[in-house]
């Protein structure tokens, strides 16, 4: 079974910092998926980054972008010139490709940016 | 189509009664999700339907736990003989079966069991 671990429950900011939140996993796959979820305190989950494991190159989406370390099972969230609205929880989801292609989340992180 | 929603946002039981869950998916999405969420924690995934089968179930979902998909579009959770311990945040997610696409999640119903 795959296992997501975010070890830094929580993390505080100034707004206009560059912040990285931590993620690792373990699984047996070869070909799966990664991603970031950002929860702000209305609760909607919505994505903030993917990344697909045969792709070596890291993704990015404007201020957010990923180092995916696949050999260390390592996916790190940064987060540059943060602003108040990032303030939320994070949470890394593993995804196989196969079969019902459920999400596997890690304990999440909660991001405070401060003024 | 404004998104995932789902009904009711809070429900506030007794131990012990019952209650269902209704979660309207995007309408062209295929596959439909229910996740729990306790305090503090990343949601854990309970069942999963593409179009009206339920193809997987959590070990989670207990007998006391039931799902449906009636002709593929919204589903219903219920939850029979409510313990403390079913208070939860219930999300529903949804999304498209070609590829390997982006889940989109409702705002989820907050069950508190007293």
């Known amino acids: 079974a795959q296992t997501v671990t975010q070890s830094q429950p929580e993390m505080s900011v100034q707004e206009a910092e560059t912040v990285t939140l931590s993620c690792t996993y373990d699984t047996s796959e070869n070909n799966y998926y990664l991603f970031w979820y950002k929860q702000p305190p209305s609760r909607q989950m919505i994505l903030v980054i993917r990344q697909e494991a045969y792709k070596q190159q890291n993704a990015t989406e404007n201020r957010f972008s990923v180092n995916f370390q696949k050999a260390a099972k390592s996916f790190s969230l940064k987060i540059s010139d943060s602003q108040l609205g990032d303030t939320a929880m994070y949470f890394c989801?593993?995804?196989?490709?196969?079969?019902?292609?459920?999400?596997?989340f890690g304990q999440g992180t909660r991001l405070t940016i401060n003024p | 189509d404004t998104g995932v929603s789902q009904d009711p946002r809070h429900k506030i039981t007794k131990r012990g009664q019952n209650v269902t869950f209704r979660c309207d998916p995007i309408?062209?999405?295929?596959?439909l999700y229910w996740y729990r969420q306790t305090l503090g924690q990343g949601p854990e995934f309970l069942t999963y339907?593409?179009?009206?089968?339920?193809?997987?179930k959590s070990r989670l979902l207990s007998d006391r736990f039931s799902a449906e998909r009636p002709k593929g579009s919204f589903s219903t959770l219920e939850i029979q003989r409510t313990e403390q311990g079913d208070s939860a945040m219930y999300l529903c997610?949804?999304?498209?079966?070609?590829?390997?696409?982006?889940?989109?999640f409702g705002q989820g119903t907050r069950l508190t069991v007293v």
């Open positions: 989801a593993f995804m196989r490709i196969q079969g019902a292609q459920k999400l596997v």
């Open positions: 339907f593409q179009n009206e089968a339920q193809l997987e």
């Open positions: 997610a949804s999304s498209l079966t070609t590829g390997v696409t982006e889940a989109f």
């Open positions: 309408s062209e999405h295929n596959r």
